[in-house]
């Protein structure tokens, strides 16, 4: 927001840097917490839209933002963190949400996917507003590279929208994955207990037989396992598994026998924008 000129804008921008307030006090994913579950429907603000005023805090919270704000909007941005490789996404049954997915330009594993109706990237759509997520690695950290990429990122949805003059600044590489016809993902198990060591940064692309990491014993440090791409793809993640929970509740370098210390997506579409930066592909390199 500080970097918006309003001598070269047209239009208005609505920016909410922090929404749920009592879980950012609390130190938590989600409010009110009285739950061990993450993924709790009732309690997750990015689940909870559009929002009820005789439901519960985060209802509420989302109710208010939705009917004063967002059904003002000509079109949403929802911008998360992640614990596995960066990606932007929309629902597939919008050729508008699409265009700003790509439009926005700055991540090169771009989704298309049937989302929930009660997500804060569809419900939007439901009224007729278009709407995108970007998903940032890494998790519950503020890293000044990736907020630089964002800035970037909304520049180019200003331009795409027309409310800004300029050019696009994509990057160079950018990779369509049809989330409902996609391939399952490839996994990769440590064959030993052992230590992971990292060669490749979550979202590159790969080719088959690059190497992705190794893992080292115990003991002595000594190779005992090269970590090698089965196919070409999307690095989505390394280890610790499972991915979706490795940040949540630990982080670290040890993996153990069978444990998953890789997971590769395929793609369906390769774009190569002529004029595109290389992308900052060391963003998060664990
Ligand atoms: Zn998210």
Known sequence: MEDINLDEISGTIIAFPLVNVPAARTKQH?????????????????????????????????????????????????????????????????????????DFGRIPQVRFAEINDSLSFKAPLLHGIPAILVEWAPLREINHRVIGE???????????????KG????????????????????????VEDGVMVREKPWGCHLKKGDIIGRVCDLYKYREIQKVVSPREGILWSTGPAPSNQSTFFMHTDAVCKGECIAEIISFDEHIINK??????NKLYFP
């Not at 209802?59 to 998360?80: G, M, P, Q, W």
């Open 30 to 102: 989600s409010f009110p917490y009285d739950k061990w579950v993450w993924w709790s429907q009732l309690n997750n603000l990015n689940r909870a839209w559009p929002g009820k005023t005789d439901g519960n805090i985060t209802e509420a919270i989302t109710h208010r933002i939705f009917n004063d704000y967002i059904l003002k909007s000509d079109a949403v941005i929802s911008f998360h963190s992640t614990n596995t490789a960066h990606y932007s996404e929309a629902d597939i049954s919008s050729k508008e949400s699409r265009k700003l997915c790509l």
């Open 150 to 164: 964002g800035v970037i990122g909304l520049n180019n949805i200003l331009i795409s929208m027309k409310m800004k």
């Open 167 to 190: 050019e696009m600044n994509k990057i160079k590489d950018q990779f369509i994955i049809d989330w409902t016809k996609r391939k399952p993902i490839e996994q990769i198990a440590s």
């Open 275 to 280: 004029n595109g930066d290389n992308w900052e």
